[in-house]
């Protein structure tokens, strides 16, 4: 078996330094972290282990067996790649040709490496797509990527890895794509993987929960520096850098409870919407008889994985969207004839739900200009400052911003005309831990300032946690749990409820080993 | 896919219906009397009555246009006194400027329509996907630049100018080639293709520079995605990545391009057909809207009308045979 180890590991684009002296081991058959925020170098370091860098310098010693990785020839390097060491991307989608059928593609690879008769490749990709548990391989194996649900794509990804056995599996964010349940499921088999064919792997992550249950050893890593690294049990449990403390102390926690007493705000009443599809006779029920009160000054969270009916649920709650069937009022005045902003929505993806062309003062003036004010500037300086940005952001435009300022930007213009309710969808999934945990302490210390009513939309159940005074989990349109935070999470009552609580990463690598055995319970049973 | 077929077919039948009425009402409000034209001069009154009641144009724009439909199907007959004349179906009106039925005129001029679109078609599809590789692939920057310049080139220069030059250089100083004209193909391939091959060229230049840089393009945005790099993550030789994995992505967007192209030039190449004097549908319809011979005009519109529509439809199955993802339904 075959030893990796890093020493000294550079990697610059021209001036910036992507890494800054990186090193680590990792020992035949051990699985190791690498963890990080956006810039830290992680993705840098994961391909410059498979000599995939164009254009980047890569300097210091990456030894793998008897090579040395970072000065080996093109020819060494294609007989290392997949053979020896394969790779398992983050997009599952796009990471697999749309023009191939899985099957080729992993006998493509297979034929490529060992030579195998055209006959043998298939067998081995039907194989290699059986042992990553994909129903029917035999048959499956015909299809191409986009008849795969994504978390069926990565297990394809991952068969294609497994196909050559390789000596090292390099899984770069293999899970940020999936939907909490699918995501365990994949990191459960990545782990058997590792059990039952004695590869090692270095798997590279955002999430410490990802890592907690899956490595033995973990890197912490941060603008291109190891800022501590050791066994995964040591360093998440006792962290000794401040940099691990402070992501630990980002990690959402569950909050104290509060009293809620205000009545209902907004009112659902066997809101159904359903769409029409193109020439077939069934329309999707997006949301399918949901009833609900919003509170007053309450924060509801709503808990679902993709295609639960989430989005519509929140477009529905906003006016944006026109239920099918049910009423939706809002302090008893239906949603959809209502005027003047006081209902307004946070939205996922503050790069696109901002006006690329226009300045960000100009964006959040918006609603200000529609309600009549003339010379919105003084406002929306002020609505940026509560934000927790500057006045001078005004005239910037929103491609000059990182990713948490251009969430505050989204929630300044939902404040600017002053709503009664929020509704947030999905607004810190596309953050890094440390700006996801600010944005949160800022919704709530607006919610309080402002006196505001939130419905709080996402997939991520220790998010909702913290934020959520009670919760609504959705599932295939309907709600099935409904109850406050405490309740939902220590007595989960519906099976779905409980599955996806077992699926969420946790930090704490006992724990996460736990559920993990709680899962393979259940999968048995 | 029956289904999308026969929902298709039904489609372009609209479409060309709905453009025949259009046309049709056209014809009806064109402020010149076709008949005055035919009638010559001299033309008493009681004389153009009788020319306009042969010609069918004294009757109200709805019976115009149901005997048009008729004729259609049909054929009709248009008979002034003694001398009647008969248009067979499918009848798209009858020329009195060249005593023709229209789809004679037209089918006539097809072949040589057809072969200087499908000649140009293939020229530019070969010379401008490889350009567009050579260019897109960029192993050499100085070949990238060259493609470039000459793409910029290629759209900028006039058709004329291409085919006077060309006409000067090989016919009139080096002699290599025949003065063009039209031999059918089933004559003499040979000779087709050596008197086709000069305004196969000239067509073919302004083509070959869409292709080109939308092969480039395409080339180089598909080596940038995803895939790709799984491919290369996965030990396979640039070579084959380019080859199997690249090259249908990049030249899907060329299938649509392509196939309605070769419908437009079909009709409308009229300056390289008067340029080297070629008898095609391009130059009957100059010819007819010099002559005011509106029954050709609308007969050539039609058949541009049916040729776009059927080479969309066949772009559509061609591109659900490239791409899996495409579903017709």
Known sequence: MTDLVVEDLRIRFGETVAVDGLSFELPAGGALGIVGESGSGKSAT????????????????????????????????????????????????????PFHTIGDQIAEVYRLHTGSTRRAARDRAVEVLRQVHIPDPARRAASYPHQFSGGMRQRALIAMALSCRPQLIVADEPTTALDVTVQ???????????????????????????????????????????????????????????????????????????????????????????????????????????????????????VGESGTGKTTLARLMTGLLSPSAGTITLDGVDITRRRGGSVQMVFQDPMSSLNPRRTIGESIADPLRLSGV?????????????????????????HQLSGGMRQRVGIARALAPRPRLIVCDEPVSSLDVTTQAQVLSLLEDLRAEFGLTMVFVSHDLAVLRQIADRVAVLYEGRIVELGDTAEVYDQPQHAYTKELLAAVPVPDPAEARRLRALRRAQVTA | MIGYLVRRLGGAVLVLFGLSLLLYGLFYLAPSDPAILTCGKGCTPERLAEVRHAM??????????????????????????????????????????????????????????????????????????????????????????????????????????????????????????????????????????????????????????????????????????????????????????????????????????????????????????????????????????????????????????????AANAIADLLYAAVDPRVELR
């Open chain 2, 56 to 309: 069918g144009v004294d009757e109200s724009i709805w019976a115009q246009y149901q005997h048009f439909l008729t004729g259609l199907v049909a054929g009709r007959d248009y008979s002034s006194g003694t001398l009647t004349r008969h248009c067979p179906a499918p009848c798209l009106g009858y020329s009195f400027e060249t005593d023709q039925p229209v789809t004679k005129l037209l089918l006539d001029r097809l072949p040589v329509s057809a072969s200087l679109a499908f000649g140009a078609e293939v020229l530019s599809l070969v010379a401008g996907i490889g350009a567009g590789l050579l260019a897109g692939l960029r192993r050499y920057r100085w070949l990238d630049r060259i493609v470039n310049g000459l793409v910029l080139a290629g759209y900028a220069v006039p058709v004329f100018l291409v085919g006077l030059l060309l006409l000067l250089l090989f016919c009139v100083q080096l002699q290599w080639l025949p003065f063009p004209t039209y031999v059918p193909l089933t004559t003499d391939p040979l000779a087709w293709a050596q008197n086709l091959l000069l305004p196969w060229v000239a067509l073919a230049v302004i083509q070959t520079a869409a292709y080109a840089r939308l092969t480039r393009a395409g080339i180089q945005e598909t080596l940038a995605e995803d895939h790709i790099r799984t491919a290369r993550a996965y030990g396979l030789p640039e070579s084959r990545i380019v080859w199997r994995r690249a090259l249908r992505g990049a030249l899907l967007p060329l299938v649509t391009l392509t196939a309605i192209d070769l419908a437009a030039i079909m009709t409308s190449a009229v300056l390289t057909e008067t340029m080297f004097g070629l008898p095609g549908v391009g130059q009957l319809l100059v010819g007819a809207v010099n002559q005011i011979d509106l029954p050709v005009v609308v007969g050539v519109t039609l058949l541009t009308g049916l040729l776009i529509v």
């Open chain 1, 184 to 302: 365990a499921q994949i990191l459960d088999l990545l782990d058997e993987v590792r059990e039952t064919t004695g590869t090692s792997l270095l798997l590279i992550s955002h999430d410490l929960g990802v890592v907690a249950g899956s490595t033995d050893r973990v890197v912490v890593m941060r603008r291109g520096l190891a800022v501590e690294q050791g066994a995964t049990d040591a360093v998440l449990v006792a962290p000794q850098a401040a940099y691990t403390r402070e992501l630990l102390a980002a990690v959402p926690r569950a909050k104290p409870p509060r009293t809620i007493d205000g009545g209902p705000l907004l009112r659902l009443a066997g809101v159904r919407k359903h769409f029409r599809q193109r020439r077939r006779a069934e329309p999707v029920r997006a949301v399918d008889d949901v009833t609900l009160d919003v509170r007053a000054g309450e924060t509801l969270g709503i």
């Open chain 1, 46 to 97: 994961a391909l410059a282990l498979l000599g995939l860098h164009t254009a980047a310098t890569v300097e210091g010693r990456i030894t793998f067996g008897a090579d040395d990785l970072t000065a080996l020839t093109e020819r060494r390097w294609r007989q290392v790649r997949g053979a020896e060491i394969a790779m398992v991307f983050q997009e599952p989608l796009t990471a697999l040709s």
């Open chain 1, 374 to 398: 003339r010379d919105p500037r003084p406002t929306v300086e002020d609505l940026l400052l509560r934000v927790g940005l500057t006045r001078a952001l005004y005239d910037r435009f929103p």
